[in-house]
């Protein structure tokens, strides 16, 4: 599977940004698919993920009560919604996928196999 990271950007204190990884290939369904970031000097972190099939969700602590994670097995598309984003979520988030990943995994960046190219986001104070 290719993915592909879109929606970032610049935007305040307080705003809102939803971030899109577009994947292309086969059974898209199997595949678990999360958000890291990677602020730079700083390890990449887990954000969020969504399961394969019924479609679990996971929470970084990073994202917890602030962004939301959906999928659109039809359109093969993970959307990341970022509500009041802060100075600390100024990072690159990359989309990554793993085929049937177990549920012991989803937060590790080494489980996952196929990474989009990563989309800018800065949060402006």
């Known amino acids: 599977v290719q993915l592909q990271a879109s929606g970032g950007g610049l935007v305040d204190i307080g705003g809102s940004l939803r971030l899109s990884c577009s994947a292309s290939?086969?059974?898209?369904?199997?595949?678990?698919v999360a958000w890291f970031r990677q602020a730079p000097g700083k390890a990449r972190e887990f954000v969020s993920a969504?399961?394969?099939?019924?479609?679990?969700?996971y929470y970084g602590d990073v994202a917890k009560g602030r962004f939301t994670i959906s999928r659109d097995n039809d359109k093969k598309i993970v959307y990341l919604q970022m509500n009041s984003l802060e100075t600390e979520d100024t990072a690159v988030y990359f989309c990554?996928?793993?085929?049937?990943?177990?549920?012991?995994?989803?937060?590790?960046?080494?489980?996952?196999?196929?990474w989009g190219q990563g989309t800018q986001v800065t949060v402006s104070s």
């Open positions: 290939g086969r059974a898209f369904i199997n595949y678990t």
């Open positions: 990554a996928a793993a085929s049937f990943l177990h549920d012991d995994y989803y937060g590790t960046n080494q489980y996952y196999n196929f």
């Open positions: 969504v399961k394969y099939g019924l479609g679990t969700k």
